[in-house]
C-alpha cells in the first residue's frame, strides 16, 4: 500500500470512530427533552404586511402537526417550516401534504381566507386523505360552500380524464362543530376547548402534549375562561393591541376593540393570573415592535416575546 493511501485509510478509519462515539453519545443522552415545539406560521392581522402572514399557529408534537387557524399564507409559511435550506426549520410534519388536523378559533375572514389554500392545495400535490377541521358553529356551512364553490375543479381533477382520480378523497374537509370541552384527543394530544369573548361564537385551545401545556387565546376580550386554561401552562399565545395604536384607529373601531379585543394593560393582567413560563404575543398591532415591548414590560415582569412567523418555541 503506498503511504497516501495508507493516510487515506487511516483517516477513515479516525472518522468513523469519531462518528460512532457521536452516535453512542446522543443514544446515551436519548431524545430531545422537549418533544413539542410551536411554530408561529402567521402572526398577522387583517393589515397586510408582507412580513406578517395571516394568524395560524402549528403544534408539532412527534411526527405530527396540528393547526390552530388557517389565516392567508398557511400553506406557503407551512411549506417554508418543512424545508431545510438557509434559515428554513426543517420540520417534516408540516409538510402540507401531512397536515390533517386543523381548529379554528372562529370565523373571521382573516382567521379563515386560508382554508380552500388547506383543502385543495395540499390535494394537489398528493394529500390522499380527508382534512379533519374543529371549530365554532358555521364551520359545516363555510365548508360545504367551498366545496361548492370549487365543484369544477374537483369534477375535472376527479373525472375519467382528471389527475386526482388516484386520490379522490384527498380533497374532502370533514368538519366537526364544537363546544367547550375535550373536542379531539390522540396518542399525542388532549385538545380543550375554552369559550373566548369575541363578536361571534370563539374558542381558544389548550393543547396537553406528553411533555408540554399551551394555550392559544385566538381573538378575544380577555377572559377568566382564558386564566383558567392556562393556570401556569407552559405556553400562552395571545392577542393584543397597545392603546397608542388604538388611539389612531376610528372611534367605531375603539368600542369594537375594547369589547372583543385585548389591550396591553389588559393582557398585562391577565399574564400575571394566569403565569404562563413563556407568554408569545402574536396577533398584534402596536406603533410598532419596539413601541410593543416598552409598553408590555413597563406593566408585566414575566417571559414574553414578540411572535415572528416561523419563529419556533
Ligand atoms: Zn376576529
Ligand atoms: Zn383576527
Given at each position: 500500500m503506498s503511504p497516501s493511501r495508507l493516510q487515506s485509510v487511516a483517516l477513515l478509519a479516525f472518522l468513523l470512530a469519531a462518528a460512532a462515539a457521536l452516535d453512542a453519545r446522543q443514544q446515551a443522552q436519548?431524545?430531545?427533552?422537549?418533544?413539542t415545539r410551536v411554530v408561529l406560521l402567521g402572526t398577522g392581522t387583517?393589515?397586510?404586511?408582507?412580513d406578517r402572514s395571516g394568524p395560524a399557529t402549528a403544534i408539532v408534537v412527534n411526527d405530527t402537526a396540528y393547526l390552530v387557524d388557517f389565516g392567508p399564507g398557511v400553506v406557503r409559511r407551512a411549506s417554508a417550516a418543512s424545508?431545510?435550506?438557509?434559515?428554513?426549520?426543517?420540520?417534516?410534519?408540516?409538510?402540507?401534504?401531512?397536515?390533517?388536523v386543523a381548529f379554528v378559533t372562529h370565523l373571521h375572514s382573516d382567521h379563515t381566507v386560508g382554508y380552500p389554500d388547506l383543502i385543495f392545495s395540499p390535494w394537489t400535490t398528493g394529500r390522499r386523505v380527508p382534512l379533519e377541521v374543529y371549530g365554532p358553529k358555521g364551520l359545516t356551512a363555510m365548508t360545504q360552500h367551498l366545496m361548492e364553490a370549487f365543484r369544477v375543479d374537483i369534477e375535472t381533477r376527479t373525472?375519467?380524464?382528471?389527475?386526482q382520480r388516484e386520490f379522490a378523497e384527498g380533497h374532502r374537509a370533514n368538519a366537526h362543530e364544537v363546544s367547550a370541552g375535550v373536542v379531539y384527543k390522540d396518542t399525542n394530544v388532549t385538545v380543550t376547548a375554552f369559550p373566548t369573548k369575541h363578536a361571534m361564537e370563539s374558542y381558544g385551545y389548550r393543547f396537553d402534549t406528553p411533555d408540554r401545556s399551551i394555550v392559544i387565546s385566538g381573538?378575544?376580550?380577555?377572559t377568566q375562561a382564558t386564566v383558567d386554561a392556562c393556570r401556569g401552562c407552559d405556553v400562552l399565545i395571545h392577542e393584543v393591541q397597545t392603546p397608542a395604536w388604538r388611539a389612531t384607529r376610528p372611534d367605531t373601531f375603539q368600542r369594537f376593540a375594547a369589547k372583543y379585543h385585548t389591550s396591553t394593560p389588559e393582557l398585562a393582567d391577565l399574564a400575571r393570573q394566569a403565569k404562563p413560563r413563556l407568554l408569545v404575543l402574536y396577533h398584534y398591532n402596536s406603533s410598532s415592535p419596539e413601541e410593543l415591548f416598552a409598553d408590555l414590560s413597563s406593566r408585566y415582569s414575566g417571559h414574553f416575546v414578540i411572535g415572528r412567523d416561523l419563529d419556533v418555541y
Amino acid at each position: 500500500m503506498s503511504p497516501s493511501r495508507l493516510q487515506s485509510v487511516a483517516l477513515l478509519a479516525f472518522l468513523l470512530a469519531a462518528a460512532a462515539a457521536l452516535d453512542a453519545r446522543q443514544q446515551a443522552q436519548g431524545p430531545p427533552a422537549t418533544q413539542t415545539r410551536v411554530v408561529l406560521l402567521g402572526t398577522g392581522t387583517p393589515g397586510l404586511d408582507p412580513d406578517r402572514s395571516g394568524p395560524a399557529t402549528a403544534i408539532v408534537v412527534n411526527d405530527t402537526a396540528y393547526l390552530v387557524d388557517f389565516g392567508p399564507g398557511v400553506v406557503r409559511r407551512a411549506s417554508a417550516a418543512s424545508l431545510d435550506a438557509g434559515t428554513r426549520k426543517g420540520i417534516k410534519a408540516l409538510d402540507p401534504r401531512s397536515l390533517r388536523v386543523a381548529f379554528v378559533t372562529h370565523l373571521h375572514s382573516d382567521h379563515t381566507v386560508g382554508y380552500p389554500d388547506l383543502i385543495f392545495s395540499p390535494w394537489t400535490t398528493g394529500r390522499r386523505v380527508p382534512l379533519e377541521v374543529y371549530g365554532p358553529k358555521g364551520l359545516t356551512a363555510m365548508t360545504q360552500h367551498l366545496m361548492e364553490a370549487f365543484r369544477v375543479d374537483i369534477e375535472t381533477r376527479t373525472n375519467a380524464d382528471g389527475n386526482q382520480r388516484e386520490f379522490a378523497e384527498g380533497h374532502r374537509a370533514n368538519a366537526h362543530e364544537v363546544s367547550a370541552g375535550v373536542v379531539y384527543k390522540d396518542t399525542n394530544v388532549t385538545v380543550t376547548a375554552f369559550p373566548t369573548k369575541h363578536a361571534m361564537e370563539s374558542y381558544g385551545y389548550r393543547f396537553d402534549t406528553p411533555d408540554r401545556s399551551i394555550v392559544i387565546s385566538g381573538d378575544t376580550n380577555p377572559t377568566q375562561a382564558t386564566v383558567d386554561a392556562c393556570r401556569g401552562c407552559d405556553v400562552l399565545i395571545h392577542e393584543v393591541q397597545t392603546p397608542a395604536w388604538r388611539a389612531t384607529r376610528p372611534d367605531t373601531f375603539q368600542r369594537f376593540a375594547a369589547k372583543y379585543h385585548t389591550s396591553t394593560p389588559e393582557l398585562a393582567d391577565l399574564a400575571r393570573q394566569a403565569k404562563p413560563r413563556l407568554l408569545v404575543l402574536y396577533h398584534y398591532n402596536s406603533s410598532s415592535p419596539e413601541e410593543l415591548f416598552a409598553d408590555l414590560s413597563s406593566r408585566y415582569s414575566g417571559h414574553f416575546v414578540i411572535g415572528r412567523d416561523l419563529d419556533v418555541y
